[in-house]
């Protein structure tokens, strides 16, 4: 079965620091890996997704993730923070694999807050 | 272009009332998912429409939840009669077919469902 770990529910980082958002994944299957974002009173966001190509992926806003199979891990990452991204970010997988194509794994959810 | 549409935003009601949730797909996407998330846990997915016709609802919690599309356009979620743990915040994605079902999923802005 799949499943989806983010530790920390909750990061605070400063404006103009580093941003790490960690995710950990099981699947019995190589997968989909997909970073989302939920701004207040918005839908999800696609920030970014593994599919099987270069590991190193990135996204819109300057965020980047890595996937590392041997870690079963796809962290989240931005060299410098920005007020404008605080917000909660969502790590799902997906199996990718037939009917269940579009069914989505996610995790608990990170909220990120940036101070001044 | 418009993207996925939900409403109501917010509904608040009484333990055993009936509630109906509706989300509007982009036009033209055959694919339309249901996602709920419990406060403080994870989306989960509930069901997968292709068209009208249920692809997946292995995610539904019981048989109090109702969900259709008629003529694979826009799609309904009924709870009937509603109870307290029902809270939380309905999701609905949709998509096209073929690589873009995990491609480009989109999401809507959710429906905020309050059970007293």
């Known amino acids: 079965a799949q499943s989806v770990t983010q530790l920390g529910s909750h990061v605070s980082v400063s404006e103009g620091a580093l941003v790490l958002l960690r995710c950990n994944y099981s699947s019995s299957v190589p997968p989909y890996l997909f970073w989302y974002v939920q701004y207040p009173n918005q839908g999800l966001q696609l920030l970014l997704k593994y599919t099987s190509a270069a590991t190193l992926v990135k996204g819109i806003n300057g965020f980047e993730a890595e996937f590392k199979k041997s870690e079963t891990s796809f962290h989240l990452t931005k060299p410098s923070a920005h007020m404008s991204d605080a917000a909660e970010y969502f790590c799902?997988?997906?199996?990718?694999?037939?009917?269940?194509?579009?069914?989505?794994?996610f995790g608990r959810g990170t909220q990120l807050t940036v101070w001044p | 272009e418009a993207g996925v549409t939900q409403f109501p935003s917010h509904s608040v009601i009484e333990k055993g009332q009936t509630v109906t949730l509706r989300c509007d797909p982009i036009s033209g996407h055959d694919n339309l998912y249901w996602y709920r998330r419990v406060m403080g846990k994870e989306i989960k997915f509930l069901l997968h429409f292709v068209k009208e016709s249920k692809q997946d609802e292995s995610g539904m919690p019981n048989n109090r939840f109702l969900a259709e599309r008629t003529g694979g356009t826009y799609s309904t979620l009924k709870v009937q009669p509603a109870e307290l743990e029902d809270s939380g915040v309905y999701f609905c994605?949709?998509?096209?077919?073929?690589?873009?079902?995990?491609?480009?999923?989109?999401f809507g802005s959710g429906t905020q469902l309050s059970v007293l």
């Open positions: 994605a949709s998509s096209q077919g073929g690589q873009d079902v995990i491609e480009k999923l989109f």
């Open positions: 799902a997988v997906s199996e990718g694999r037939g009917s269940t194509l579009g069914r989505l794994y």
